[in-house]
């Protein structure tokens, strides 16, 4: 195989990255595949980052004016320019995040579907007509540009978190300002550059309408706090999240937020046990079990347990773990020795909390951090299970009624994608009613992991509560104006009120 740096430097070039951003810069970007230094990116200073957010609102004043469909003609340009890059994109994703090749693509594909859809969107922004009580009036709600929005993404969906949020801000008419992860600074670039491309096809697009902030934490903060960012999106922690929110909502901000999940799957004595093996194999080891939407609890009903587990750790101890470039490949690396060290500390605490653990052990790869994923079969919902560990571990607990499984799966702090594996009806729907899965996102015969951009996607409690991507979530990016238009010689006032001054 290539050095990760000699395929990324040539990627770079392809995709339209100036040599000049990824040189003598104070930023190292890595490749996690074998922890070799890819580039030295040049960061955005704070002066730069308040520059280019002011920019980015004077661009918004001028786009803000611009036909939805012609925005959206932008967006369908920037899908052309994905689907032409798709593989050098994907290839990029797989070399600076270390997901396996067929998931770096399938990350730009969703780059491209949520494109698709955004453009589709530019024609639909509607409002409401509502019935009014007042003769020869008519009541209606528009939806308004908001201004600028603040993107902050994580690094292991470096590049489609990013266009959830871009591809529908920038159709309702909004400037997009991007803090990407300090550990994926070079996929931000080159979508940058595909974004420039498209810019260029355009023709009159507001100059600084969507900057890039390269650099650390504080280039974040600056967004979290700027009044000039009306809406701030951010994935990541819940740690992050906790820290985000209630200073944007200090300043009246509002906040999109996608933290942590805790996502769990039942699996009912009724459950399709091959379906099931396969989709808690892509769920909870696939991307290294570093999705938000991973798969890290399973609630097995006790009659099926024994005949589950033997053949899921078969799975485990037989799934190929390495470099992600290779076909064969299904585990890539963690992203960093901070996510192993966690990974090894998370194991430790569920042997000392009574678990038996599977697997876990550190794998030889190309230099990376590589680890097998694990199954920890847990005696009781304990602390470290109810915790995210961003990394391959599954925690496995038996039930015995659906209602039980229901409580443990409802009896953690975070409530973003869940699954219930069951070919009886009335359990499935209990599942998905008001009773069941707390979550933003709830299944039946799928895993909790893969979502398809056309539904919103987010969860409950501490995972934030924002939507992002499809169906109405086009909403938090625009301002809601309701409108009464008297048409009529008189001027009733609403509830009756009567205020003659003649
Ligand atoms: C994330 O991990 O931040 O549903 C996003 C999924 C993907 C997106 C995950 N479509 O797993």
């Known amino acids: ?25 104070s930023l190292p970007a890595r490749s996690p595949i074998t922890g070799e230094s890819l580039a030295q990116v040049v960061e955005t200073s704070p002066a730069e980052a308040a520059a280019a957010i002011a920019r980015a609102h004077e661009a918004w004043r001028l786009w803000r004016e611009v036909p939805g469909p012609r925005r959206g003609e932008l967006i369908r340009l920037l899908g052309e320019e994905l689907r032409a890059a798709k593989a050098d994109l994907g290839l990029l994703v797989t070399l600076e995040a270390g997901k396996i090749l067929s998931e770096g693509l399938g990350e730009v594909q969703e ?29 209606m709600e528009t939806w308004h540009p908001a201004g600028v929005v603040g ?24 400037a997009v300002v991007w803090k990407p992860s300090e550990k994926t600074p070079l996929t931000a670039l080159a979508v940058q550059a595909l974004f420039g491309r498209a810019a260029v096809r355009f023709g009159d697009l507001p100059e600084g309408l969507c900057p890039l902030l390269l650099g650390g934490r504080v280039l974040g903060e600056m967004l979290v706090d700027s009044p000039l ?48 093996l396969r989709a808690v194999a892509f769920a909870a080891m696939g991307t290294a079990g570093q999705r938000c939407t991973t798969l890290r609890r399973l609630i097995v009903h006790e009659s099926v347990a024994d005949a589950l587990l033997p053949a899921l750790k078969r799975a485990y101890a037989s ?18 020795p901070a996510a192993g060290a966690a990974m090894d500390r998370a194991l430790e605490a569920a042997r000392a909390e009574g678990g038996v653990v599977t697997g876990g052990e550190a794998v030889e790869g190309p230099g990376g951090i ?27 607990l038996r039930y015995r009624t659906v209602e039980e499984a229901i409580a443990l799966h409802n009896d953690v702090p975070q409530g973003l994608s869940s699954s219930i594996f069951t070919n009886d009806l009335r359990e499935a729907e209990r599942f998905l009613s008001a009773s069941g899965s707390d979550c933003g996102i709830a299944n039946v015969n799928i895993g909790p992991s893969g979502a398809e951009i056309g539904g919103a996607f987010g969860g409950e409690k501490e995972t934030g509560g924002g939507r992002e991507s499809g169906s109405d979530a086009w909403k938090a990016y625009m301002r809601r104006a309701t409108n009464t238009i008297n048409y009529g010689r008189r001027l009733p006032l609403a509830q009756g009120v009567s205020f003659d001054v003649g």
């Open 370 to 396: 590589y680890r097998r994923p694990a199954i920890a079969e847990m005696p009781t919902q304990s602390e470290i299970v109810r915790h995210e560990t961003f990394a391959p571990i599954l925690y496995v």
């Open 1 to 25: 195989m290539a050095s990760c740096r000699d395929e990324a430097v040539a990627l770079l070039g392809r995709l339209g990255v100036p040599a000049a951003a990824i040189t003598g810069g």
């Open 229 to 276: 960012v009306p809406v701030l999106s951010a994935t990541g922690s819940t740690a992050m999240g906790r820290a985000v929110a209630p200073r944007v909502a200090e300043r009246f901000g509002r906040s999109i937020l996608e933290l942590g999940g805790n996502n769990a799957a039942i699996v009912a004595p009724s459950a399709d046990l091959d379906i099931v």
């Open 319 to 336: 799934v190929s773990i390495g470099d992600p470039r290779e076909a064969s490949t299904l585990i890539g690396p963690l992203i960093d």
């Open 111 to 139: 780059m491209i579907d949520i494109c698709d859809f955004a453009t589709g969107l530019s024609r639909q922004l509607y409002g409401l007509t509502i019935a009014t009580e007042r003769a020869e009036h008519r009541m």
């Open 151 to 174: 993107v902050i993404t994580a690094f292991n969906f470096p590049v489609a978190v990013w266009a959830w949020n871009a591809a529908l801000a920038l159709v309702c008419g909004d």
